[in-house]
């Protein structure tokens, strides 16, 4: 039965920091690619970024520079580490499995003063 558990969303302040952690079960970790993906308040769910089994990556423009996807396949675990965060970044946060349609219950980001 493969599982994606998203934690470690929260609210902060404009320029804060956040760690998303995405733990994975029921499948070889260590053979897929996997991503990051957000739906914020009146929008669609958009890639945020992704990283290949052989860790390359790739970032949408709106995040290039303040976010870094990484994943320890010794834990069975992506993350996603949040910088300068900016109020446009609020939303709920989802892992997924790229190309086979398994994702998360989602974690919710609220970037706010």
């Known amino acids: 039965q493969v599982q994606l558990v998203e934690s470690g969303g929260g609210l902060v302040q404009p320029g804060g920091s956040l760690r998303l952690s995405c733990a994975a079960s029921?499948?070889?970790?260590?053979?897929?690619?996997m991503g990051w993906y957000r739906q914020g308040p009146g929008r669609q769910r958009e890639l945020v970024a992704q990283?290949?089994?052989?860790?390359?990556?790739n970032y949408a423009d709106s995040v290039k520079g303040r976010f870094t996807i990484s994943r320890d396949n010794a834990k069975n675990t992506m993350y996603l580490q949040m910088n300068s965060l900016k109020p446009e970044d609020t939303a709920v946060y989802y892992c997924?499995?790229?190309?086979?349609?398994?994702w998360g219950q989602g974690t919710q980001v609220t970037v706010s003063s």
């Open positions: 029921g499948f070889t970790f260590s053979n897929y690619d």
């Open positions: 990283i290949t089994k052989s860790r390359r990556t």
């Open positions: 997924n499995v790229d190309r086979h349609g398994y």
